[in-house]
Nanobody, 126 residues
Framework: QVQLVESGGGLVQPGGSLRLSCAAS????????ISWFRQAPGKGREGVSC????????NYADFVKGRFTISRDNAKNTVTLQMNGLNVEDTAVYYC???????????????????WGKGTLVTVSS
């Protein structure tokens, strides 16, 4: 059974930082691009960042550019989203996801995700 598990969410003050991780079981995460999404209260889900299988290609939504950094450690089968300069608008549940048809792909995007984690809540508040 494929499971993606996010961790690292929590409560942080504006301007603070959090580091989210995405791990997998029953799934060779290191062979797939991984995408991060978020869903704020009362809003739709939106793509935040993604990383290709090798890490050579990354993408960021405009609203996180310069503040968030995505990386991966294929030896540890994890993908990390470092979030700096957080503001209240970043409050959301953050999800990692994978597209099983993107096996071995060296690009990434935000469409066609088959596997999703249950999410981790990030709350930015003073």
């Amino acid at each position: 059974q494929v499971q993606l598990v996010e961790s690292g969410g929590g409560l942080v003050q504006p301007g603070g930082s959090l580091r989210l991780s995405c791990a997998a079981s029953g799934f060779a995460l290191n062979y797939f691009p991984i995408s991060w999404f978020r869903q704020a209260p009362g809003k739709g889900r939106e793509g935040v960042s993604c990383i290709s299988r090798t890490g050579g290609h990354t993408n960021y939504a405009d609203f996180v550019k310069g503040r968030f950094t995505i990386s991966r450690d294929n030896a540890k089968n994890t993908v990390t989203l470092q979030m700096n300069g957080l503001n209240v608008e970043d409050t959301a549940v953050y999800y990692c996801a994978a597209d099983r048809s993107a096996f071995m792909s060296d690009t990434c995007d935000y469409s066609g995700m088959d596997y999703w984690g249950k999410g981790t809540l990030v709350t930015v508040s003073s």
